[in-house]
């Protein structure tokens, strides 16, 4: 008989501090210690808040991340003492408010900081900055186009009728529209009938940001370009498309989709940015019993006649399970983590057309001051929010002209936060960390390759910040370039898409991450997805996380 | 003719809002910045400044300074030595509170005491033939509150004495070279302190803790990021959470220091030998357990809040905004409970929370509650779970 000994402590005594503090357990010895309820593989924020669900319905659940830090690509990093970086992933808008609840978040440090300003410089020097004022972002709206001050109010309203309309849907497990199952056409129903209720005008604008182009959209309502051009940003962040690309209204209205407070659209930075936030999903999870273990890369799921009964480390270490996860993106999901041979072939073949094609990068600053721009001399409170450098549509969609044939933006889109103007704990006093998402940076590189241009890609984007902020060049201390082979090669996420995967029709809801197979569960018995390649998709939102969770336990309660 | 205080030159230059509120009779900036919200997470996550100065002030000293206080304070002043403060509260003699306040011990006869409202005749009438004057000092000090996390070590850069300040510890010490007093002190429910500045001196301090704290996060804040820190801290707050039994009209509009979730002032009272004012009052109140409420806090379930929202066709509001007003608490029949006085949607706590008076069987953390708010011109009665204060409570505040 396996006898327990030395059984690892599901739970810290103390929660140290600092981040990566996931101590690597005991060396589980026997089988017993080895043998879990259910094994997640992957502790990014969807690995976790799945294990936290499995965890709190009473699951035995370990997790098992390859890297010395939980978090995936969502981790801060202090590259430069005082100066913490998030390396990837850099703001919180569309994590689900049931998430923050039922996991009790705020008894383990949750803390999303309100960003109270939008600060969009111009190429001639001028500027449009949001703030909390409603007031006064008209009059600043009206400064660049009268009519674009009510257009505003027209717009936000509008809109937000349709995010009121669909986001239940990021909330839900998409009903399977191949079963004939009648839990499944009922839910279909339902859903068929909630869309019936809208009005005509909200489907009708929801339609035509689900399949139009931002431009279309933006166009009926605004004439000022700088107003245009940082709205449409949110339409190609993380996706290759450019405003003027029919895609890039659902890329828009997703981001719309996120809240802050119960505000559509409103941006958090979450308190040590979100390397901050999953050391507090960690601490739930733990504090529900998952037990996490760092420096544990999955070799293989294994298999016993069509079910997942364990993974399998890279050193040999076996884990049994009767239920293992992967959090891991479709590719590693489908194509690595299992043998292919054990999958329908049209599931392959769909895994394999699945577009990945990464297009974003991360520059990150420390600097020795905070820039200045030359309109808004010795100010700084327009930093406590996004710097968005996409100050039109035409510039994006010209950035969007060289990712389109294989180089990397000239001019590229700059989505920059100065995340210690938020959170003082950033950087030193006086100091400041800037974090510039980058785009366009296209994974496939035509006649070159990414660990030649790296330095390439963080002197253009530097030359982008010193032409809008003369003498950013001279405040820089240190800068860390991570392009999508380093997002790839570091976070695991196949040719650095940012979330697991295209935001592209053919890729969402009933088909993410393949026709039939959007319910979280795989053809293997026992083994189930549950990452951003999942329906409703990336952005550090958790919700595949929670819905796979759901989905576990309702199959473990039919057994 | 509207007053200002001693750090009007500065707080003016930096009130960006022109948004002014009315704090007895002096300008005291509602907020800023455009955003309150931001000026609160400067308290939850760096340091706030704020302007306490109109709070009314009476010096109180004399060789029957302990004397006059034990007998008209419900807290025993003995157990608070000179370089300490404590929070405390005075009543009538039915054991009804006539409102609370600070009072900071500077010597063994000399006491200085804050109050939200006027109450020097009230005092001096209870002198009697004890040896103590009662001064008025309201304008000659000017206070500044330095609130949050990184409070201690801002005001530890300009003076070692504040590192080791307990919580309600109070010392003389210099700041820009200005002798003021510090004590630990504040209303956020976080760490925090009050620098008490000689009026004259007040701009030379303000400068000081300015300059000190550049470049980190640390912002003046408003009265509307104030009042969000109170109540999520539970601090109560006259003429909203309760009333002087002073001036209300009937007892319904009095309460008593039990009633106001004050009852752990009175944990010792069998041991204290005082005959303070009230004392019997609240002896026989707490034998006859004749409390008619207890002041606690109230978090709203989250689901209902979004359910019946979302069933009026509307996006569930979450707005941070203090609301001072009534709302009706109920039980599952509707029979009503009490209710409610102040009321926001908290950040920290991401639920909408309030401060409510309910029956003392309902007053158990985790008794169920029915809140009652308007939703779309008709009020909807939403779940709630009675809470212990302070709802937000961080370590850090009395570490």
Redesign the interface.
């Known amino acids: 008989m396996p006898k327990t000994t030395a059984k690892a402590p599901a739970k810290p005594a103390k929660a140290p501090a600092k981040p990566a503090r996931q101590a690597r357990s005991a060396k589980a010895t026997t089988k017993a210690d080895r043998t879990y309820d259910a094994i997640v593989i992957g502790g990014g924020h969807n690995g976790l808040t799945n294990a936290a669900y499995l965890a709190k319905a009473g699951k035995k659940v370990l997790v098992l991340e390859r890297r010395h830090i939980v978090g995936g690509a969502a981790i801060t990093e202090e590259l430069r003492p005082g100066f913490w970086f998030t390396t990837f992933s850099y703001a919180l808008s569309l994590l689900r408010?049931?998430i923050?609840?039922e996991l009790e978040?705020?008894k383990h440090g949750?803390?999303?900081?309100?960003m109270?300003?939008t600060f969009c410089p111009m190429e001639d020097g001028n500027y449009l900055l949001l703030?909390?004022?409603h007031g006064?972002n008209l009059k600043e709206i009206a400064r660049h186009s009268p009519r674009d001050a009510d257009a505003y109010e027209a717009f936000n309203h509008d809109v937000?009728k349709v995010?009121?309309a669909i986001k239940p849907l990021l909330d839900m497990v998409p009903p399977d529209i191949f079963s004939d199952d009648p839990e499944e056409l009922i839910a279909l129903a339902a859903l068929g009938s909630r869309f019936k209720k809208l009005e005509k005008k909200v489907l009708h604008d929801a339609v035509r940001l689900l399949t139009g182009s931002a431009a279309d959209f933006l166009d009926d309502y605004f004439e000022s370009d700088v107003l245009k051009g940082y709205m449409a940003s949110s339409s190609i962040i993380g996706t290759k498309v450019g405003p003027y690309s029919q895609g890039s209204g659902l890329v828009l209205l997703y981001h719309l989709l996120g809240e802050h407070?119960?505000?559509?659209g409103a941006w958090a930075f979450h308190?040590r940015g979100n390397g901050g936030f999953t050391q507090v999903l960690a601490r739930a999870a733990e504090s529900f019993g998952v037990e996490i273990r760092l420096e544990s890369p999955v070799e293989n799921v294994i298999t016993s006649n069509g079910r997942a009964t364990g993974v399998a480390l890279a050193d040999g270490t076996e884990f049994l399970a009767p239920v293992v996860v992967s959090a891991l993106d479709p590719r590693r999901t489908f194509l690595e983590l299992v043998e292919p041979r054990e999958l329908p072939t049209d599931l392959v073949d769909t895994i394999e057309r699945f577009r990945f094609q990464g297009t974003s990068a991360k520059v990150n600053f420390a600097l020795d001051g905070y820039p200045e721009y030359p309109a808004l001399p010795g100010r700084t409170?327009q930093y406590?929010g996004f710097t968005n450098i996409g100050p039109s549509m035409e510039y994006l969609e010209r950035a969007f002209d060289d990712g389109k044939y294989g180089w990397y933006s000239k001019r590229p889109y700059l989505d920059c936060a100065i995340q210690?103007?938020?959170?003082?704990?950033m950087a030193p006093?006086?100091?400041a960390v800037l974090s510039s998402f980058v785009q366009y940076a296209p994974y496939h590189l035509r006649e070159s390759d990414w660990d030649t241009e790296k330095e390439n890609l963080g002197d253009t984007v530097q030359a982008v910040l010193e032409s809008f902020f003369p003498g950013f060049g001279d405040l820089v201390l240190q800068r860390e370039v991570r392009t999508p082979l380093d997002i790839e090669r570091t976070v695991g996420l196949s040719e650095g898409n940012i979330f697991a995967g295209e935001f592209l029709a053919p890729q969402m809801f009933f088909f993410r991450p393949a026709p039939g197979w959007s319910q979280y569960r795989t053809p293997i018995d026992g083994y189930y997805q549950c990452g951003s390649g999942t329906h409703p998709g990336g952005c550090v939102m958790g919700a595949p996380g929670k819905l796979a969770a759901g989905q576990i336990l309702k199959d473990l309660r039919k057994n | 003719m509207i007053r200002t205080t001693p750090f009007h030159e500065r707080t003016s230059a930096l009130n960006e809002?022109g948004l002014w509120e009315h704090w007895s009779n002096h300008l005291a900036a509602v907020r800023y910045?455009?955003?309150e919200?931001?000026e609160y997470?400067a308290v939850?996550?760096?340091a706030g400044l704020f302007d306490s100065s109109p709070l009314y002030k009476y010096r109180i000293a004399g060789p029957d300074a302990e004397r006059f206080l034990g007998g008209v304070l419900v807290r025993d002043i003995r157990a608070c030595r000179p370089g300490h403060a404590q929070y405390t509260a005075w009543c009538d003699d039915r054991g009804f509170v006539v409102e609370d306040g600070v009072v900071l011990r500077l010597g063994r006869e000399e006491f200085l005491l804050t109050a939200a409202e006027p109450n020097l005749d009230y005092f001096e009438r209870l002198i009697g033939r004890l040896d103590v004057g009662i001064e008025e000092v309201t304008d000659r000090w000017a206070v500044l509150a330095v609130q949050g996390p990184?409070a201690r070590a801002l005001l530890g850069a300009l003076t070692s004495d504040v590192e080791a300040l307990p919580y309600f510890g109070l010392t003389s010490t210099r700041i820009g070279k200005v002798p003021v007093m510090v004590s630990r002190t504040g209303y956020t429910g976080d760490l925090g302190y009050e620098i008490w500045v000689p009026a004259a001196d007040a701009l030379k301090v303000w400068d000081a803790v300015w300059q000190a704290s550049?470049?980190?996060?640390?912002l003046p804040i408003g009265m509307t990021a104030l009042y969000m820190a109170r109540i999520e801290a539970g601090l109560v707050l006259l003429d909203v959470d309760f009333h002087s039994s002073r001036f209300a009209w009937t007892d319904a509009d009095r309460t008593t220091p039990t009633e106001l979730g004050l009852g752990w002032m009175l944990r010792n009272l069998d041991a204290d030998d005082r005959e303070f004012i009230g004392r019997d009052a609240i002896a026989r109140e707490l034998r006859d357990g004749t409390s008619r409420w207890r002041l606690g806090g109230l978090i709203v379930d989250?689901?209902d809040y979004?359910r019946i929202y979302d069933a009026a066709g509307l996006?569930?509001?979450?707005?941070?905004t203090p609301i001072h007003d009534e709302y009706y608490v109920y039980d599952d029949e509707l029979n009503q409970l009490g209710y409610a006085t102040s009321q926001m949607?908290s950040?920290?706590?991401?639920?909408h929370i309030a401060l409510a008076r309910v029956p003392l069987d309902r007053s158990t953390p985790g008794s169920r509650v029915k809140l009652e708010l308007a939703v779309s011109h008709r009020y909807e009665y939403f779940d709630a779970e009675v809470a212990r204060l302070p709802l937000f409570n961080p370590a850090r505040r009395t570490a």
Not at chain 2, 214 to 218: E, F, L, Y
Not at chain 2, 315 to 320: A, E, G, I, L, T
């Open positions: 408010p049931d923050i609840h978040l705020t949750f803390m999303p900081i309100l109270p300003s703030t909390q004022d006064e937000g995010c009121q407070d119960g505000e559509f308190k409170d406590r210690s103007a938020v959170d003082p704990d006093p006086g100091k | 809002t910045s455009p955003s919200k931001f997470f939850r996550n760096s990184r550049r470049g980190q996060g640390v989250w689901r979004d996006v569930p509001p979450k707005d941070h949607y950040p920290m706590l991401q639920r």
